[in-house]
């Protein structure tokens, strides 16, 4: 069989644009060197405009073609989104998440990621000893589901993985072909990145037996009754083979990587697949994956995908995508598979259904040299077609089901388990398949929530913060049998939210009917004392009439960034030493660097500082990715004043750096002022004390920042050093496209002070970014150390150091280093701007004038809440003045008098026990009152 020229093209431009890419690995994230997958959106479509753009920037591109150059055979719902996605490859050694971040400030881009690569889920099983051949199909009921259906030769599983012996004695006859006989299916990697008509498994080049495919196709649907062989759980459902690895590009355990796993899910969906099977993945989420995951939920596909083996609750994906069928592996006693602490079934809340994967039997290549054409291996590659077969059986059953019917019928008729380990409760789905449940004539019913929305009750900045109240809106859609009246609870047993309003009535729901509770949202607040940038996972629980359901979702709380947005300068400090944004290179927290409204200015911004080359610590890249020497001890918070004025304070040290740490604590306070002349700057104030137990000799210490003015053409900026007002500057060369100067230097012992600029793209010099070593701790050294070099350079895409040292610090010593961070419409202005700052810090120098500004009227919310027998409460008040904070009844009487006289500006806790006023249980209110001010908080005290 000879594909057709369409499928010819399509997978020749594949074949070179990936054919010379290696795989490189972050975080146990596989991805593609120097391959780019952009979206553009639809006004900037233009693909020739857009490359000419890219053409512009340092960013050397090699090549762009568009992902997927033909249509489907047929017009399929949302094709169109993949027009405009295209692979670019990029030449140097910039690694593809920075990149990704620069495009992607492009006013033409949608979304610029790296390509992910994935890996088949499976555990080579050499150590292991077969435990009896298909208990599996007893397990899960599948012979009594036989009774009710045995799927359909119409009904096409696709097997996207390394490959399926469609010539198999026990799969041919259930392999898709086409009326003229010519097999349908495709292999998009072939041996070596460029397809064959051929989509047969690949023999090792070493001759390990680290076959695959041909396993899973049998368990999901191997010939059935036909005397010889094992029996597939979907019985008479046909396989579709789309192979997409390639032989030469293989993991330690010899199994090729899944190199087009979701070009394969899309060709597999154009070419007229019902369910679609992955039994492979990985960690990181992708753009690209999930456009590809909705156009075959769109148009009516099933995808089920193995949930991963590593024994973890990380998300793992394609299975963790919504609206896949994430399914987990159970050992042959029915329970969670574990071998060892890092091998096993993964759980979480993001898993849906277990289904057997240990020991399973099924069908092996016959062109492999084994001894036998079955095998028993193990995995949740295993597991996952199990599920893909029984959706077989229920798509034949139920032939109008949209593809999330599916899926949720076979989740809501699974069997409980009887988990040995009660830490795995609400973590392994629903539990077992059972295909007899999943087609029998019964009543099942599956509430979702679909569409889960937040709304803070605080300050209004947007993010979820310590003592704020937040509301959660939540519209539900029954997806299967009419349900009965249930109620719907929220739970979470994480200290670090108090759930207020937790309960809710839906009515009586008709199939695919949604309904929401925005007449009575779910409430919670958020503890004083929450882990910073913590993930609080949250259960909603489904209870009527013969029905309990649950479902889980998670909330991101208490982060550790802030933004300064007083004046005409918005820029947001973080808990880590970074500046601007708190995840880069994603750069989605934090609003980086804007001036007087316009787009943002700042890539990285990161602190940094050393004693050696190498004793450098520091928040900045090393090849790409941040560096972590610094942790947090101090959450950054800003505060207004009542002049809109703002102060910032945070703390960390370098502990992060392991071994070899120099032992210094950073103080960091920050300011931003709202009235002329003090309205275009930011002042950071380093505190550094030595925390060491010894001096430390010849310290250096500054700010790393990579400027992109504007965003979407880095390329043309010019930095440089002002000898007039001694600091380092950058500005775009164009001014009709960027008007705007950013300025940082120092504001006190200018004698110390050190500018070095950098061209991000050098290939000669003391510091080079983009080199194979990246921005390594001797390149900081001597950009800290570099004293001040006057040399402008530009245009190009540039970066810049601005430091002050040396300084001695003696053991318990300190010192203080100021920087100011400022903007203006040309050079005159910065300069003007940079000389206020100077002025404005003589002001700030002594701590009584800093505490004049810190501190604002707030009461916050007690912690814990509810109480038992006390409770903290928190207040801060902004100058000197009488203070009173009484607690009330719910009849509004005075129960105690806890603060009755003049406090000084400051922040202050008390304690509040109820056993000492021999308080009932019940609510309670405390209230703040100073000068004008009256503020009343809500308390439970629970017996």
């Avoid at 996605?85 to 998440?97: S, V």
Wanted: with cysteine.
């Amino acid at each position: 069989m000879k594909p057709t020229l369409r499928i010819l093209i399509f997978l020749f431009v594949a074949a070179t644009l990936f054919s010379q890419e290696e795989i490189k690995v972050h975080d146990n994230v596989y991805y593609l060197s120097n391959t780019i997958v952009v979206k553009l959106k639809d006004a900037y479509a233009d693909v020739n405009a857009f490359k000419r753009e890219t053409e512009k920037k340092s960013i050397k591109i090699d090549g762009i073609s568009k992902a997927f150059p033909q249509g489907a055979k047929v017009l399929r719902k949302g094709a169109d989104r993949f027009e405009s996605i295209y692979i670019l490859k990029t030449g140097g050694n910039k690694d593809p998440y920075e990149v990704s971040a620069k495009l992607n400030k492009m006013k033409e881009v949608e979304w610029a990621e790296p390509k992910l690569i994935r890996r088949v889920a499976i555990i080579p099983n050499d150590s292991l000893l077969s435990a009896g051949r298909q208990y599996n199909i007893g397990m899960i009921s599948a012979e009594k589901a036989w009774d009710i259906s045995k799927g359909d030769t119409s009904i096409i599983i696709a097997i996207i993985d390394t490959g399926v012996d469609w010539n198999h004695p026990d799969l041919k006859a259930n392999i898709l072909f086409d009326s003229n006989g010519n097999l349908v299916g495709t292999d998009l990697g072939g041996l070596n990145g460029r397809p064959d008509d051929d989509p047969r498994e690949d023999i090792p080049p070493d001759g390990r037996n680290s076959y695959h495919g041909t396993h899973v196709a049998g368990i999901a649907s191997a010939v059935t009754n036909n005397s010889i062989g094992i029996a597939g759980v979907g019985f008479n459902c046909t396989i579709m083979p789309v192979k997409v690895s390639r032989s030469d590009k293989r993991d330690a355990s010899g199994y090729p990587f899944v190199w087009y796993g979701f070009e394969g899910i899309k060709w597999a969906v154009d070419n007229g697949a019902k369910i679609i099977n992955c039994s492979w993945g990985g960690y990181g989420y992708s753009r690209y994956e999930k456009e590809i995951i909705d156009y075959a939920i769109e148009n009516g596909v099933v995808i089920i995908a193995a949930a991963g083996n590593e024994n973890s609750s990380g998300l793992f994906y394609p299975a963790s995508y919504e609206g896949v069928l994430s399914v987990g592996w159970l050992d042959e006693k029915g329970e969670k598979a574990t071998y060892g602490s890092h091998s096993g079934s993964n759980f979480g809340t993001q898993v849906d259904v277990m289904a057997p994967g240990s020991f399973i039997y099924s069908t092996w290549p016959t062109y492999s040299g084994a001894d036998s054409i079955y095998r028993s291996i193990s995995g949740s590659s295993m597991a996952s077609p199990h599920a893909a077969g029984v959706a077989g059986l229920v798509a034949a059953r139920f032939s109008n089901y949209t593809p999330l019917q599916i899926a949720e019928r076979i989740r809501a008729s699974s069997a409980p388990l009887k988990s040995s380990l009660p830490q795995h409760q609400y973590l392994l789905g629903t539990g077992r398949i059972d295909a007899y449940n999943a087609v029998k004539d019964t009543n099942l019913f599956s509430i979702r929530a679909t569409k889960i929305d937040l709304v803070e009750d605080g300050n209004g900045n947007g993010l979820l913060e310590s003592g704020e109240a937040v509301d959660i809106r939540i519209r539900f859609t029954n997806y299967l049998d009419p349900s009965p009246q249930t109620t719907v609870y929220l739970m979470s047993d994480d200290d670090a939210i108090i759930l207020e309003n937790s309960e809710f009535n839906l009515p009586a729901m008709n199939t695919l009917d949604t309904a929401d509770n925005s007449s009575a949202p779910f409430r919670f607040v958020i503890s004083e004392n929450s882990p910073f940038n913590h993930t609080v996972d949250i259960m909603i629980k489904y209870e009527g009439d013969s029905y309990e359901d649950y479902q889980w979702f998670s909330v991101r709380v208490n982060p550790t960034y802030a933004t300064h947005d007083a004046n005409k300068i918005v820029m947001t400090i973080t808990s880590k030493g970074a500046l601007g944004f708190n995840d880069y290179p994603d750069n989605q927290e934090g609003r980086g660097f804007v001036y007087k409204n316009g787009d943002n200015l700042l890539f990285e911004g990161a602190f940094m500082y050393g004693a050696s080359s190498t004793k450098v610590m520091d928040a900045a890249r090393n090849d790409f990715f941040q560096n972590e020497d610094f942790n947090l001890l101090e959450k950054v918070r800003i505060t207004t004043d009542e002049n809109n004025n703002q102060i910032g304070r945070t703390a960390f040290d370098d502990s992060g750096f392991g071994e070899g740490a120099l032992g210094i604590k950073t103080e960091l306070t920050s300011y931003g002022f709202s009235d002329a002349p003090d309205d275009s700057y930011i002042i950071l104030v380093n505190k550094l004390i030595n925390q060491s137990g010894a001096d430390i000799n010849g310290l250096y210490a500054g700010y790393f920042f990579d400027w992109d003015m504007p965003a979407e053409i880095p390329d043309i900026d010019i930095v440089g050093f002002d000898e007039e007002g001694r600091f380092g500057y950058v500005y775009c060369e164009n001014d009709s496209i960027l008007d705007t100067y950013v300025g940082i230097g120092l504001l006190h012992d200018e004698s110390k002070l050190g500018f070095y600029p950098i061209e991000n793209s050098a290939d000669t010099g003391a510091v080079m970014l983009f080199d194979e070593n990246g921005f390594t701790k001797e390149e900081k050294w001597s950009a800290l150390t570099g004293g001040v070099i006057t040399k402008q350079i530009g245009p190009a895409d540039v970066s810049m150091v601005v430091s002050s040292g040396p300084h001695d610090l003696i053991d318990g010593g300190e010192v203080k280093i100021p920087f100011v961070i400022a903007a203006g419409d040309n050079l005159e202005e910065l300069r003007a701007s940079i000389q206020a700052a100077r002025n404005k810090y003589s002001q700030l120098i002594t701590d009584v004038r800093e505490n004049s500004i810190s501190f604002t009227y707030n009461l916050s919310q007690n912690y814990p809440n509810p109480f038992n027998p006390s409770t903290v409460i928190r207040y801060e008040i902004p100058e000197r003045q009488f203070v009173t904070i009484k607690v009330y009844d719910l009849l509004g009487r005075e129960v105690a008098a806890l603060v009755n006289e003049a406090k000084d500006a400051g922040s202050y806790s008390l304690e509040f026990s109820a056993d000492k006023y021999k308080l009932s249980s019940g609510i309670y209110f405390y209230a703040l009152k100073a000068g004008n001010n009256f503020i009343v908080k809500k308390m439970i005290f629970a017996k």
